[in-house]
């Protein structure tokens, strides 16, 4: 991925904020662009088909067959902690804070 990757995803961003009706499902085509743009052969699949009703990522990601990462997405200006407790104990990413 490139910094004109992100700049592409930013711009979407501000686009849709700027009509001000914008959901989390309204960003989403851009979040997939970005997954997807960051690593070859890499495919973002939104709201993958499960077994489960609870508990589902908003993304599956794949390289190839093989799943590599679950991606969940959320609308801009959301408080991310209330993320953590669906995350089992262990290393993991922490939401930025400015």
């Not at 979407?12 to 009706?21: E, I, S, T, V």
């Not at 939104?46 to 077994?51: D, G, H, L, S």
């Not at 009703?53 to 908003?58: A, M, V």
Request: hydrophobic share 30%.
């Amino acid at each position: 991925m490139n910094s004109d990757h992100i700049l592409v995803y930013m711009q979407l961003l501000q686009k849709a904020l700027a009509r001000g009706d914008s959901t989390e499902h309204t960003h989403r085509p851009a979040l997939q662009t970005l997954i997807e743009a960051s690593i070859p052969n890499l495919h973002a699949t939104n709201e993958p088909k499960t077994r489960e009703r609870e508990n589902k990522p908003d993304y599956i990601v794949r390289k190839g067959s093989t799943i590599i990462g679950f991606v969940e997405a959320k609308d801009i200006g959301k408080d991310l902690n209330r993320l953590l407790k669906y995350l089992p104990p262990g290393p993991r990413l922490q939401p930025h804070r400015s």
